[in-house]
Structures are given as structure tokens and as C-alpha cells.
């Protein structure tokens, strides 16, 4: 059976996240159905990992497997050809039978754009915070992310049986106009877990938090700070030999 690599960029205002499930509108529903109709038949299809609804991407890396065998620039096309137009795959490849997007990804990269100002084009795609941010705190507070540690406050209640221990690899923060961009990167994520750090670190930055007091949160307080999803991209995913992403840039134009 054929298998490829693709590298998706989506909005996700519309939909309720990456992953398939029943009764809502998903954007691997939407590949799967574009894929299967290019195709025909049934299809496999898998992400290096699921986004939140209304969260974003820049570089989501599936890998589709068919019975049809095609070039891997016929089936890019083919399958834009029937996508909607906040989906788009950016690249398609060959792949070897044995990839596996989510199983291979040695690394993701999160980026979260915040706003300092009110803005008319780009409320999908920022969290507007009004209050005054102290980034160098903020940058103190991130630091404290990086390495192995437990996130068990960060998960959501429903992550039972998942281990809490992740392995964060960076947490840096930029100055870009009226934006502050957050990248974070681990090993994997835990489920909203990207979007309660932001807030955490925002709630540092509004002067809400101290440092010593932020290492005694408890899960209640995270769940009350969750940045919201329209300000998420998911940014990157790094497999074995991949260079690491570039600067640290915003998604929107902000002047």
C-alpha cells in the first residue's frame, strides 16, 4: 500500500480540532474525506499529534496510506483540489512503509502569539491580553519549564492513565511589535497543557504570580489561567535529522 508524508497547514477556527470524532467537524475528518475521494476508497491517515478546536497549524506532518499508487505531486493537488480553503497541504512524499507521523516525531514546536493592543484582523489568531506584561519576569517564569518534570497540574482531569512526566527541550519568549511570542518545544504534550503554561506565564507577567509561588500551583488555579485556543499554533515537528525551526517570528502582520 502507497504511503506518503504530508505537511498540513490549517485555521482551526471552524473545527473541532485535529482529530476525527464523531458528530463534529475535525480536520483530519476533512483530509480523510478529500484523500478518500482523490483515492477512493478507505484510507489511512495519522497526525504527529491533536490540536485543540479552534487551535491552529503551520506544520502538521500526517502520514497517508492508500491503495492507489500516485506521484506524490498528484496527490498534493488532488487532494487541495477538494480540501476547503482554511486547509491546505503544503508538502507530500514518499514515505517508507514503516513511518509513522506521531510514532517518528522526535520533537513539536508550539508557538503562541499574544497581543498588547486590540486589533481588527487578527482576533482568531492572538490572545489579547490588556494589562501590562512584565516579559522579563515572564522569561524568568519560562525558564522554569525547561527539562524533565512532572506537569501533572497542567493536564486535563480526563488524562488518567498517561504519564505526566515530559521532557521540555525550550520555552522562549520574543518581542515582535505589540506581540510577545511564546515557542515551546518538548518530547510530547499533555493534553491543553501548551495553553495552561501560556497562561500561567501571562498571570506572572500581570504581576498575579511570583516566581516561588508559581511552583506551588495546584491544578484548579492552572485550569482557571488556560490561555485561549485562537492565539495556538502548532509551529513545527521535528523528526530524526531535521534541522531545528528558525527565529521565533509572528504568523500575522501586525504594523
Known sequence: M???????????TRYRGWQEQK????????VR????????????????????????ALCQVAHLAGA?????????QGINDRLPADINIRRAEDAPARFHARH???????????SRRRTAFGKHYVWWVRDRLDVGLMRAAAARYVGMR?????????????????????CALEE??????VRISASHFLWKMVRRMVGVLVEVGRGNLTLPQME????????????????????????????????????????
Open 2 to 12: 502507497p504511503k506518503w508524508k504530508l505537511v498540513i497547514e490549517y485555521e482551526g
Open 23 to 30: 458528530n463534529a467537524r475535525t480536520v483530519q475528518g476533512e
Open 33 to 56: 474525506k478529500a484523500a478518500e475521494g482523490l483515492l477512493g476508497g478507505g484510507v489511512e491517515i495519522s497526525g504527529s499529534g491533536r490540536t485543540d478546536a479552534g487551535v491552529h
Open 68 to 76: 492507489r499508487p500516485m506521484s506524490a505531486a498528484a496527490l498534493r
Open 104 to 114: 517518528h516525531a522526535e520533537e513539536r514546536f508550539y508557538l503562541y502569539q499574544i
Open 150 to 170: 512532572d506537569f501533572a497540574a497542567y493536564k486535563e482531569k480526563e488524562e488518567k492513565d498517561a504519564s505526566t512526566l515530559v521532557d521540555v527541550t525550550g
Open 176 to 181: 515582535c511589535g505589540d506581540l510577545v511570542l
Open 216 to 255: 506551588r500551583l495546584t491544578h484548579a488555579e492552572i485550569a482557571r489561567w488556560t490561555a485561549p485556543p485562537a492565539g495556538l499554533f502548532l509551529e513545527y515537528v521535528r523528526y530524526h535529522g531535521d534541522p531545528p525551526p528558525g527565529p521565533i517570528t509572528p504568523t500575522t502582520l501586525f504594523r
